[in-house]
């Protein structure tokens, strides 16, 4: 996507075999970072933990994260933000996007990042609430539908889908 100017994080990919050079790469990248396994889904494999802020904690959090997923993890530039996310369906009206949602966490729920992880995915499911349409502006609100009418065009997503959004400040 990125020469289509979707706006996404600087990020590297580093496997087993790219492992050696993951620091000399990392330079490249503002800390902090999030290592997160390339090939999951629905947050597996990603906490807390997994945010960086220094390059001498790169290599312990590689280690451990390269271990448990060896087919490669993704470091890329931590957003620090709210989660929002935009689904698609190909027969709804405005050409399938549907409005902006974003996840609420209760009031007694401690995360350092607010990250919508594995485990609030799974285990800690009841103190999530889904809040649609999204507390966005007029203005966030029709750039992330945008965003995301763009990305499902040039990826052809057909039927239905949906794309995750982190919104900094």
Do not use: M, W
């Amino acid at each position: 996507l990125a020469p289509y100017d979707i706006p996404f994080p600087k990020h590297i990919l580093v496997t087993p075999e790219s492992h050696s050079q993951a620091f000399a790469r990392a330079r490249e990248l503002r800390f902090p970072v999030i290592v997160k396994p390339n090939f999951e889904g629905s947050s597996k494999g990603i906490c807390d933990d997994n945010v960086i802020f220094s390059p001498r904690d790169l290599q312990a959090a590689l280690e451990r994260v390269l271990s448990a997923y060896p087919a490669g993890v993704i470091v890329e530039e931590f957003i620090a933000g709210t989660d929002v996310a935009v689904a698609y369906l190909e027969a709804a009206p405005n050409g399938g996007i549907l409005a902006p949602f974003e996840y609420e966490y209760d009031a007694g729920y401690q995360s350092r990042f607010n990250l919508y992880d594995f485990r609030l995915k799974g285990d800690d499911y009841e103190r999530v609430q889904i809040r649609c349409p999204a507390a966005l502006s007029e203005a966030q609100s029709a750039r992330i539908c945008d965003l995301a009418a763009r990305i499902f065009h040039l990826l052809r997503v057909r039927d239905v889908g949906r794309i995750d959004f982190r919104l900094s400040d």
